[in-house]
């Protein structure tokens, strides 16, 4: 028998949250944010089911946007941090990948090899580049300031090779609807697109489903496509999202032990009274968060039961109370369809975005709803 631990994937579901995205504006269009393996679901699979629907995909870096290529992905790929030396741009222009420029080194390196290209002639450019200018409008993390960008945008526009500039921003806490930084952020992103007159893009998630006046351009949609809302109380759209990865795995040894006997290192969990505890297959070997604390929710044959005792490498134990019959080889879900994401974050003080790129490769991926070839 094989490790049973699996993460399925569901790309029906993908493409139901990436649609919700999309329905949020009808006048957008949204980039579908492939990045770090497509928050840890497998960016070809990802991006493959997707193929029809998204007019481009994001992701972090020319690696990420190669394995999308060398799997067939024809759709423009915008590299989100841009290029990080100059030797990466012949691949970024016969590859028709769109870097983001957020700082004048990089201008000045394209411009240069641009006007080095030009020069010898080369037929490398096809119908122009597109690029996107990142403006710092309140995260201080990558970007120019307003004045500079119009300045650099300006620099670029006069380039006969560059087709478009996309302005774009990104938002510090959208998440929280009753922020003001992003309004202003919004104010200021719009008035230099107003003074350019060009396209933008800047709404992640959050602004996605909850901010309408970012909801123009491009949105730039990450992990509402994996169906975990981006919110931390209830919201009404981001409630409609469908969880695209569910973690599984089963009940390998189950015991009772008798009160005040702990379990696992440190002896962290002690029994008050005579407990059923299950041994599943999946640790932090796999990504499971070692911090999970004591009671992250566990599902173990359709019950919610309670984690007991620390996270080992390859195992976790579970207390059974809830679920007093469970045998051996019964299911267990980590997080995914009947266990929001975010709800077992909530138990491991982190987010879901680092529960799901964390997954490790050594899980198996199973593809569910494939498109049809
Ligand atoms: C520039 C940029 N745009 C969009 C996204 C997607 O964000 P989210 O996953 O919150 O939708 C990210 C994610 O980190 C990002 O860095």
Redesign the pocket.
């Known amino acids: 028998m094989a490790r049973p631990l699996v993460a399925e994937i569901n790309l029906a579901a993908l493409r139901h949250n990436y649609q919700l995205a999309l329905n949020q504006s009808p006048t957008s269009t949204a980039l579908a944010?492939v990045?770090a393996n497509a928050?840890g679901h497998g960016a070809v699979e990802v991006a493959l089911a997707l193929v029809h629907l998204a007019p481009a995909f994001?992701v972090a870096c020319i690696e990420e946007a190669e394995q999308l290529r060398a799997a067939g992905i024809t759709q423009p790929i915008v590299l989100?941090e841009g290029f990080f030396e100059a030797s990466e741009l012949p691949t970024i222009i016969t590859q028709n990948y769109q870097p983001l420029l957020h700082s004048q080194w990089q201008v000045e390196q394209l411009v240069n090899y641009l006007a080095n290209v030009c020069n010898a002639d080369q037929p490398m450019l096809g119908t122009g580049l597109e690029l996107w200018l990142k403006v710092d409008t309140g995260m201080h993390r990558l970007g120019f300031t307003s004045e500079e960008a119009a300045k650099v945008y300006q620099q670029l526009k006069a380039l006969p090779v560059i087709n478009k500039i996309t302005l774009?921003s990104?938002l510090a806490c959208a998440d929280d609807l009753t922020n003001s930084v992003t309004k202003d952020q919004l104010q200021q992103l719009q008035a230099l697109q107003q003074q350019l007159d060009c396209p933008i893009s800047i709404a992640?998630?959050?602004a996605?489903l909850g901010w309408p006046a970012a909801q123009q351009g491009y949105l730039?949609?990450?992990?509402?496509l994996y169906g975990a809302s981006?919110f931390s109380a209830s919201h009404a759209l981001a409630d409609q999202l469908q969880p695209v990865m569910t973690l599984k795995s089963k009940l390998i040894s189950v015991k009772t032990l008798a009160a005040n006997e702990s379990v696992g290192y440190g002896a962290r969990f002690t029994t008050t009274e005579p407990t059923p505890i299950g041994v599943v297959a999946c640790g932090y070997g796999d990504g499971y968060p070692r911090q999970a604390l004591e009671g992250t929710p566990i599902k173990v044959n359709g019950i919610i039961c309670k984690l007991a005792g620390r996270v080992s490498m390859d195992m976790l134990t579970v207390d059974l109370t809830n679920c007093p019959e469970a045998q051996v080889g019964d299911e267990v879900i980590l997080w995914g369809e009947g266990l929001a994401v975010n709800e077992v974050a909530s138990h491991c003080d982190t987010i879901s975005?680092t529960l799901l790129t964390c997954l490790l490769p050594r899980v198996k991926r199973i593809y569910l709803n494939k498109p049809r070839a």
């Open positions: 944010v990045k928050y994001a989100i774009t990104h992640n998630s959050p996605t730039r949609p990450g992990i509402m981006p975005y």
